[in-house]
Antibody, heavy 121, light 112 residues
Framework: EVQLVESGGGLVQPGGSLRLSCVAS????????MNWVRQAPGKGLEWVSS????????YYADSVKGRFTISRDNSKNTLYLQMNSLRGEDTAVYYC??????????????WGQGTLVTVSS | DIVMTQTPLSSPVTLGQPASISCRSS???????????LSWLQQRPGQPPRLLIY???NRFSGVPDRFSGSGAGTDFTLKISRVEAADVGVYYC?????????FGGGTKVEIK
């Protein structure tokens, strides 16, 4: 069974940093591209970032480019999202999501339960 | 960026009756590899999204056959043949043909 378990969310002040983690199990992690998708309270879904199966290719939404960094450690079956210079509009539930693609996000097939990030003073 | 537009915003449906959701993209979703990366997701209240349909019309593992997808190019449709109580939630279309991946605004399916 595919499982994705996020952690690292919490309350942070504007301008602060957080690192999200996602531990994957139930599949060969190194064979799949991975994504981060967020959902602001009461709002729709917004893609944040994708990373290729090997980690060599990374892609970002314009809204986070230069502030967020996606990475992965295939030896630990773990996906990361380093978030710097956080703003109020980054407040959201952040989902880790597996992709059916290899090189980049194409079709998201499995989602974690999400971790809430709140940016507020 | 490709803009995904869903209609209606809300769909009150009687149990056992069909429901239909439309999704239109601002440009063709046909990828250079010949595939069309249009997916449909369901998000039940308080739950993460769940994949229902990928590449326009392929049902994902475990998805009941009352869900079906159709369309081509820029116009796509999700149909629920007979709505059940478990189908209540918000439905999203999503395109993966071009980065950034983009989602429709969502359609809320509720029981009348």
């Amino acid at each position: 069974e595919v499982q994705l378990v996020e952690s690292g969310g919490g309350l942070v002040q504007p301008g602060g940093s957080l690192r999200l983690s996602c531990v994957a199990s139930g599949f060969t992690f190194s064979s799949y591209a991975m994504n981060w998708v967020r959902q602001a309270p009461g709002k729709g879904l917004e893609w944040v970032s994708s990373i290729s199966h090997s980690g060599s290719g990374t892609y970002y939404a314009d809204s986070v480019k230069g502030r967020f960094t996606i990475s992965r450690d295939n030896s630990k079956n773990t996906l990361y999202l380093q978030m710097n210079s956080l703003r109020g509009e980054d407040t959201a539930v952040y989902y880790c999501a597996r992709d059916r693609g290899v090189v980049r996000g194409l079709e998201i097939d499995y989602w974690g339960q999400g971790t809430l990030v709140t940016v507020s003073s | 960026d490709i803009v995904m537009t869903q209609t209606p915003l809300s769909s009150p449906v009687t149990l056992g009756q069909p429901a239909s959701i439309s999704c239109r993209s601002s440009q063709s979703l046909v990828h250079s590899d010949g595939n069309t990366y249009l997916s449909w997701l369901q998000q039940r209240p308080g739950q993460p999204p769940r994949l229902l349909i990928y590449k326009i019309s392929n049902r994902f593992s475990g998805v009941p056959d009352r869900f079906s997808g159709s369309g081509a190019g820029t116009d796509f449709t999700l149909k629920i043949s007979r709505v059940e109580a478990a189908d209540v939630g918000v439905y999203y279309c999503m395109q993966g043909t071009q980065i950034p991946l983009t989602f429709g605004g969502g359609t809320k399916v509720e029981i009348k």
